[in-house]
């Protein structure tokens, strides 16, 4: 099996940063796709974020030139750099990883981590 586990997440107020980050862990081949996910409360979880192995990335319009996706692959691990935070950020934010493993034959399975609380106060 293979376990996301998110932490960075907090209260800051409007304008500030913080920076997420989500590990993985488990018995697997090679995690290609990770990405970052937002659930604001009464809303859809959106995509926010998301990088390649080969550390190509693409942002939603909402967070584009304010936040950056960043991966270390000798950690299994991916960042998330949040600056010029506004209020609509708020939401709990998600780790999403497509992860190659071999379970009788080699497979892409996807994982998501249990999510971090991000606040902003305006």
């Known amino acids: 099996q293979v376990q996301l586990a998110e932490s960075g997440g907090g209260l800051v107020q409007a304008g500030g940063s913080l920076r997420l980050s989500c590990a993985a862990s488990?018995?697997?081949?090679?995690?290609?796709?990770m990405a970052w996910y937002r659930q604001a409360p009464g809303k859809q979880r959106d995509w926010v974020a998301r990088?390649?192995?080969?550390?190509?990335?693409k942002y939603a319009d909402s967070v584009k030139g304010r936040f950056t996706i960043a991966r270390d692959n000798a950690k299994n691990t991916v960042y998330l750099q949040m600056s010029s935070l506004k209020s609509e950020d708020t939401a709990v934010y998600y780790c999403?990883?497509?992860?190659?493993?071999?379970?009788?034959?080699?497979?892409?399975?996807?994982?998501w981590g249990q999510g971090t609380q991000v606040t902003v106060s305006s």
């Open positions: 999403y990883a497509e992860v190659e493993r071999r379970v009788n034959i080699v497979s892409t399975f996807l994982y």
């Open positions: 990088i390649t192995g080969g550390n190509s990335t």
């Open positions: 488990g018995s697997f081949i090679r995690i290609n796709v």
